[in-house]
């Protein structure tokens, strides 16, 4: 399971179509258009398991906003809204730290799982999200 900031998170909503962009990264399934915004879309299954980005049927977009504009989380579910208490949550270990590349920010539990809180600033490289968002103009046109 996992967490994203709240000041973050600007809405979910049903899937969007994508638009696939090419040598984009296997966790990115490409660019979607966002109350008239293109905006890329990350894969959250394939990020974390580092497989390819594959539509999820009966999932969710979540769109954020990160200092370089609007980016579209795809996920399985959304369950809720959960307030977290700062010392409820635990330093990554180092080897998962390394490995996450930055992706998950700290540890927790709610409900008995594992809870991975994401710092969605560091989901798609800023290389990646400067050349996602040239080839957005070309392939949304």
Do not use: Y
């Amino acid at each position: 399971m996992c967490a994203l900031p709240l000041d973050e998170v600007e809405e979910t909503m049903r899937p969007l179509p994508v638009t696939p962009v090419a040598s984009a990264p296997a966790f990115v399934r490409g660019v979607s258009l966002v109350r008239g915004t293109s905006a890329p879309v990350v894969s959250l299954g394939a990020l974390l398991s580092g497989g390819a980005a594959e539509p999820c049927m009966g999932g969710r977009f979540v769109s954020l906003r990160v200092p370089e504009g609007r980016l579209v989380i795809e996920v399985d579910e959304v369950r809720g809204l959960s307030s977290l208490e700062a010392d409820s949550l635990e330093a990554v270990p180092s080897l998962l730290r390394e490995t996450a590349q930055g992706h998950v920010q700290r540890l927790g539990a709610l409900d008995g799982h594992l809870l991975a809180v994401l710092g969605s600033s560091h989901l798609l490289p800023r290389e990646v999200w400067d050349r996602l968002t040239r080839s957005a103009g070309k392939e949304l046109s």
